[in-house]
């Protein structure tokens, strides 16, 4: 189970709780936690929308339950850090879950009085948010003071993560930012069927439909992005794509193109001299990602030492659905377990 870090994310309007399934439940005590308990119903609200979509898909018993007993676990999780929150006595106050709600509103664009609307149009009472609020920047803080001292990133961790990604990297040059509209050959659909839809998107395009939209309805290429590609650089160009990039300014898409694969239409974003990233240019943002993968062992480390010095004691069901919660990855085990080795 990957375990979820309870930071305050900038730019991130938090959402109510899910509703729970329309399932009729008895309740009743699923864990306890020291003195806490974590009731069924409470599990149930928190995996709530996920269980829906895998009931929709068709996802057995098992696979259910295994949700659940992963969605009992992260409360445990919670339970736990509270108890820290309050034996460190880390409670936040008034005004810094004020400042914080006003720092999430302008994030996104919002007043506070906008977003206290917002969510009471998700049918969570504003109290409640501002609840969830308080707990969030408190559970940071007892985190930074738990984890904190014990991250140290070395200098040659960072260099090493640099070399992976940015050795290999062109001099110079030129890149392109670039969206793709691709209909594929398939058993049900031959190349003449294929091009005959991407012609038509193209009508639709020249007519003055955005190609994203277009993309967002036929490409199988990244189409909840409206086919965006991103930036490439033009030597890792496919022959095909590199001649139809040649030839078009910003702004321009490119002819229907027939490839043995598929139907191809290009648009040019934007077209710019290519710079080599330096280690110095990516060393801020190296360095904290590899301090978030230390965070993350370090807080398997912490919250194993807390579950072992709490009584921890799940019920019923969920003793027998924790057993299937088999996904906890060793940290050593990752691809970036390597760059502290």
């Known amino acids: 189970m990957r375990h979820m870090f309870p930071w305050i994310a900038a730019g991130v309007l938090l ?12 309740d009743g005590v699923a864990a306890q936690v020291g003195e806490d308990v974590v009731l069924f119903s409470e599990v149930i609200a928190m995996v709530a929308e996920g269980e829906k979509q895998m009931r929709a898909a068709g996802s057995r018993d098992d696979q ?18 509270r108890n820290e ?29 906008q977003l206290e609307k917002s969510v009471s149009t998700n049918n969570m009472d504003f109290e409640d948010y501002r609840e969830q609020i308080k707990e969030k920047i408190e559970y940071q803080r007892v985190l930074q003071v738990a984890l904190i001292p014990q991250i140290e990133v070395e200098e040659t961790a960072v260099r090493r ?30 190349a003449d069927a294929a091009c005959a839809e991407v012609s038509a998107a193209a009508e639709r395009i020249a007519a003055g439909e955005t190609f994203e939209a277009a993309a967002f309805e036929v490409s199988v290429v990244a189409p909840e992005q409206g086919g965006d590609i991103g930036w490439l650089h033009a030597s890792s160009l496919a022959a095909w794509m590199a001649e139809l990039v040649a030839k078009l300014e910003p702004g321009e898409v490119s002819p229907v193109n027939r490839q043995p694969f598929g139907c191809n239409l290009l648009k040019l974003v934007e077209r710019r001299a290519f710079e080599p ?52 990855v060793d940290p050593a085990d990752s691809e970036q377990g390597a760059l502290f080795q």
Not at 317 to 328: G, I
């Open 15 to 26: 959402a109510a709780s899910p509703a729970s399934p329309d399932e009729i439940l008895v």
């Open 64 to 81: 259910i339950a295994k949700l659940r007993a992963q969605g009992l676990e992260r409360m445990i999780e919670e339970k736990l850090i």
């Open 85 to 113: 929150v309050k034996r460190m006595e880390l409670y936040a106050s008034d005004e810094e879950v004020d400042e914080t709600i006003a720092m999430i509103a302008r994030d996104n664009g919002l007043t506070p009085e």
């Open 161 to 190: 993560l640099y070399d992976q990604r940015f050795k290999d990297q062109p001099d110079g040059g030129d890149q392109v930012h670039l969206r793709q509209l691709l209909v594929p050959v398939s058993p049900d659909k031959d």
């Open 277 to 328: 990233v330096s280690y110095e240019t990516a060393r801020p943002e190296l360095y904290s990602e590899i301090k978030q993968i230390m965070m993350e062992s370090e807080f398997m480390i912490w919250m194993e030492e807390l579950r072992k010095r709490t009584y921890i004691q799940r019920y019923g069901y969920f003793a027998d659905a924790a057993k299937l919660d088999t996904t906890a």
